[in-house]
C-alpha cells in the first residue's frame, strides 16, 4: 500500500528565499507524481506532473524533480513571493491503479 | 482555461438524509473521479469511473455511496443516508484521454452533516 509523507509540516521563509519542499512514498511503482497547491478553504491547483520516465519537470520558478529509486520527490520554489503562501501537496499514482495518493502536504507562509 | 465545477459550494444536511453533489467535468476528458477531505486530514480517494462504470473505488467507498453520469455533462456523488463523519470537503477530478494522465480538480463541496 501506498504511503506519501511530506516534511516539514509547516515552513516560513522571508520573500525572494529559493526552498524545497519534500515528498516522500514508499511504493517505488509510481507511475507519476503530482504536486498541487491548496489555498484555505479552497480546491487543489494542480502545478506540476512528473512521469515516472522523467528525473524534472518546470514550470515557471517551480521545478519538481523524481527520484523513484529512493522514494522521494522535491518541489524548488525560485525567488518565493508572498502570494506563494499556501498548502502544498503531492500526490503519487502507483502502478495501473488510476487513484492519487495524497501527502498531508507542507504549509508554506512567505513573508514580506 | 477549461475547468472543473462543482455545486454547491456549501451543503448543511442533518444525519440520515440524502445528498448529491454535481460535478460538470472538463468537456473532452473521459476520467473522473471523487475525493474527499475531512477537516485537517489527507485528501482520500473515493471512486474513479470511466466509460459509465466504476473503474475503481476505495474501502470508503460503501453501499451508501454511488455515482452517476446522468447525461454527457454532469457527474454526480449520492450519499444515501449522511452520517456525521461524512462531514468533508468533497472533490470532483477528471483527467483526459489517458487513464494515468494529469487530474484536475474542482473548488469543492463543503458538506456538513448535523
Known amino acids: 500500500k501506498q504511503e506519501v509523507t511530506q516534511i516539514p509540516a509547516a515552513l516560513s521563509v522571508p520573500e525572494g528565499e529559493n526552498l524545497v519542499l519534500n515528498c516522500s512514498f514508499t511504493?517505488?511503482?509510481?507511475?507519476?507524481l503530482q504536486w498541487f497547491r491548496q489555498d484555505p478553504g479552497k480546491g487543489l491547483t494542480s502545478l506540476l506532473l512528473?512521469?515516472?520516465?522523467?528525473r524534472e519537470q518546470t514550470s515557471g520558478r517551480l521545478n519538481a524533480s523524481l527520484d523513484k529509486s529512493s522514494g522521494r520527490s522535491t518541489l524548488y520554489i525560485a525567488a518565493s513571493q508572498p502570494g506563494d503562501s499556501a498548502t502544498y501537496l503531492c500526490?503519487?499514482?502507483?502502478?495501473?491503479?488510476?487513484?492519487?495518493?495524497f501527502g498531508t502536504g507542507t504549509r508554506l507562509q512567505v513573508t514580506l | 482555461e477549461p475547468e472543473v465545477t462543482q455545486t454547491p459550494s456549501h451543503q448543511v444536511t442533518q444525519m440520515g438524509q440524502e445528498v448529491i453533489l454535481r460535478c460538470v467535468p472538463i468537456?473532452?476528458?473521459?476520467?473522473f473521479y471523487w475525493y474527499r477531505q475531512i477537516l485537517g486530514q489527507k485528501v482520500e480517494f473515493l471512486v474513479s469511473?470511466?466509460?459509465?462504470?466504476?473503474?475503481?473505488k476505495s474501502e470508503i467507498f460503501d453501499d451508501q455511496f454511488s455515482v452517476e453520469r446522468p447525461d454527457g455533462s454532469n457527474f454526480t456523488l449520492k450519499i444515501r443516508s449522511t452520517k456525521l463523519e461524512d462531514s468533508a470537503m468533497y472533490f470532483c477530478?477528471?483527467?483526459?484521454?489517458?487513464?494515468?494522465?494529469?487530474?484536475?480538480f474542482g473548488p469543492g463541496t463543503r458538506l456538513t452533516v448535523t
Open positions: 477530478a477528471s483527467s483526459g484521454g489517458r487513464t494515468l494522465g494529469e487530474q484536475y
Open positions: 511504493d517505488s511503482a509510481i507511475y507519476n
Open positions: 512528473i512521469q515516472s520516465s522523467q
Open positions: 500526490a503519487a499514482r502507483t502502478g495501473t491503479a488510476s487513484k492519487l495518493t
Open positions: 468537456s473532452n476528458h473521459l476520467y
Open positions: 469511473f470511466y466509460n459509465n462504470e466504476i473503474s475503481e
